[in-house]
């Protein structure tokens, strides 16, 4: 089980998410707005966003992330965030096809002259340091 503190990054996570929505009106997204539009009640949302919901259950992390959707996109990157800090495991998006075309095009530019064992190295290390390519 996530300690505390944890539980604690992800409630602050959902919460500045929640707080850089905007309802209809166009004032910042409530935790009674977000309650609603999760099909929750308002207690549900201020426990999990102060901490004091232990690890809430991953369908209520997805449903809160639909809401979410209703007043504006939530990136993968957010969500797994606050996924990641209850201790689940990230959103895996398949690349698209354009992606994996563009990854092609780099691994022929920059690779294709090496053995396979200087290749695996080279690009391990590249990985693992994070270098951009392109």
Not at 8 to 22: C, H, T
Not at 54 to 82: C, G, H, S, W
Request: include cysteine.
């Amino acid at each position: 089980m996530p300690s505390g503190q944890s539980r604690s990054i992800g409630g602050e996570k959902l919460r500045s998410l929640r707080q850089a929505r905007r309802g209809a009106d166009g004032r910042r997204l409530t935790i009674e707005g977000l309650a609603q539009a999760a099909g929750f009640d308002y207690r549900t949302i201020s426990d999990i966003e102060r901490g004091v919901m232990p690890t809430p259950a991953l369908a209520t992390m997805q449903r809160i992330f639909t809401a979410f959707e209703q007043f504006a996109a939530v990136a993968v990157e957010d969500k797994n965030a606050v996924l990641m800090a209850y201790g689940y495991q990230p959103i895996f998006v398949p690349p698209t096809d354009a992606e994996i075309k563009q990854t092609r095009a780099l691994w022929a530019a920059q690779y294709c002259h090496m053995k396979l064992s200087d290749y695996l190295v080279t690009y391990t290390h590249d990985l693992c340091m994070r270098k951009p390519y392109g």
